[in-house]
């Protein structure tokens, strides 16, 4: 079986490239910084990152070395040697019905395999989380941009990154959270719409645990979803729920004009309205990077 990711890549999110120098600048100076240096640096590479750099800058952002660092040698394959695992069938299940009209999964079984075999690694590496609904499009993300190791890593500094892993947990106390906190504001801050999804019997948190659960991979176009990742990944901040508002008031007036099936429709795939930068440009306009982190630090305080 060919392995796809010796074709060259056709399409280029964005055509300004990253050169070496910037990976190493960023690198280098990221722990020496303060946070607000940090971030005016990530915000920078953030309008510059391209299809080809993107899975260099994510093991950067993800700290992918420092894992693999720190784990026993031959870690991975010590992980595939294992001969049964509980959630088997559930991912080959899964991994059938992940990205299903990306050509890179409907048309590969190798890719498949790399897919089955990075959430099967990570299952057994994690059994507190094992395997849950939702982490194949975490971990097919990865695979898209980076070999089967890397992404094995990755997908464990993703997982750790603000407590992701939490949200699959069996008491899913990290979802809670979120959902509870983005009711609570669209309540607060957005009365029209919060009034107009309870009329017509739409529930903000059913809708956005899908958002939270595949880190927004299943409800974008994988290359909307990967410029939302580049955020998630290069901030310092926890940006699930600031992405979570943004998009509710981006949506705030086709929604207010929709009724329940055709909102349950839009919200399913918002790729039709909107795009990953106009999203990231309302968090910067509207501070919902900050307004985000005071509302779950007041909300963990409770």
Not at 105 to 118: A, I, K, M, P, R
Not at 192 to 203: A, E, S
Not at 259 to 283: C, F, G, V, W
Request: net charge neutral; charged share 30%; with cysteine.
């Amino acid at each position: 079986m060919k392995n796809p990711w010796h074709a060259k890549k056709t399409k280029d999110i964005d055509a300004c490239l990253i050169s070496p120098d910037t990976y190493q600048e960023y690198n280098s100076t990221q722990q020496q910084k303060g946070r607000h240096e940090r971030r005016k640096t990530a915000k920078r590479m953030l309008e510059r990152v391209s299809d080809f750099e993107r899975g260099v800058m994510w093991k950067i952002w993800a700290n992918t070395e420092h894992y693999k660092d720190r784990s026993p040698k031959d870690l991975y394959k010590d992980l595939l040697a294992f001969d049964l695992c509980d959630h088997d069938v559930a991912i080959k299940k899964d991994v059938k019905r992940t990205f299903p009209e990306h050509s890179l999964f409907n048309d590969s079984e190798y890719t498949q395999n790399v897919l089955f075999n990075v959430l099967r690694a990570y299952a057994i590496y994690n059994p507190d989380v094992g395997y849950c609904q939702g982490m194949a499009f975490i971990a097919g993300m990865l695979v898209v941009y980076m070999d089967e190791e890397d992404a094995f890593y990755t997908m464990i500094s993703v997982m750790d990154k603000h407590g992701i892993k939490r949200l699959f947990l069996p008491q899913m106390k990290q979802l809670e959270r979120y959902c509870d906190v983005l009711e609570q504001y669209i309540r607060r801050k957005m009365k029209r719409l919060y009034r107009h999804m309870q009329k017509h019997d739409v529930d903000i948190s059913i809708v956005a645990s899908q958002w939270f659960l595949t880190l927004f991979t299943y409800n974008f176009s994988l290359d909307t979803a990967a410029l939302l990742w580049d955020a998630l990944l290069a901030m310092d901040n926890d940006w699930m729920l600031s992405i979570a508002i943004a998009i509710f008031k981006l949506m705030e007036r086709t929604i207010l004009q929709s009724n329940q099936e055709e909102i349950h429709n839009m919200m399913k795939d918002l790729t039709p309205y909107l795009s990953a930068r106009t999203i990231i440009r309302k968090i910067h306009e509207q501070d919902y990077e900050r307004k985000a982190e005071k509302l779950l630090k007041h909300y963990d305080q409770k």
